[in-house]
């Protein structure tokens, strides 16, 4: 199995800055596409950004000039630098990673279990 842990989120205010972290583990091989999604209340989950294995990177209108996405691959980790948060951007951030385990020809998608971002004066 692959496990992705979230960690950063919290409680900051207009105009501050956060940077959450995923590191995953378990019987990996390879991961391909690893990137971030959050979901608002009554809202569906959406995409925030995402990363390739060669780098390349795409990221939500919203959030475009504000946020930025990385990876080490040395550590099986992906970030998500979070630059002028505003409120609307209040959500539970999940981790996302198409991953292939040891042993397996296929890849499947794996999701953290979420990390509390919230945007308040």
């Known amino acids: 199995q692959v496990q992705l842990v979230e960690s950063g989120g919290g409680l900051v205010q207009p105009g ?3 940077r959450l972290s995923c590191a995953a583990s378990g019987s990996i091989a390879s991961i391909n596409t690893k990137g971030w999604y ?4 009554g809202k569906e989950r959406e995409l925030v950004a995402v990363i390739s294995s060669i780098g390349y990177t795409n990221y ?3 959030v475009k000039g504000r946020f930025t996405i990385s990876r080490d691959d ?3 980790t992906v ?6 948060l505003n409120p ?3 959500a539970v951030y999940y981790c996302y ?3 292939r385990q040891r042993g397996q020809w296929s ?3 794996y999701w953290g279990q979420g990390t509390q971002v919230t945007v308040s004066s």
Do not use: G, V
């Open 16 to 18: 501050e800055s956060l």
């Open 38 to 41: 959050r979901q608002a209340p």
């Open 60 to 62: 939500a209108s919203s």
């Open 74 to 76: 040395a550590k099986n």
């Open 79 to 84: 970030y998500l630098q979070m630059n002028s």
């Open 88 to 90: 609307e951007d209040t």
């Open 97 to 99: 990673a198409n991953a």
């Open 107 to 109: 890849a499947n998608d």
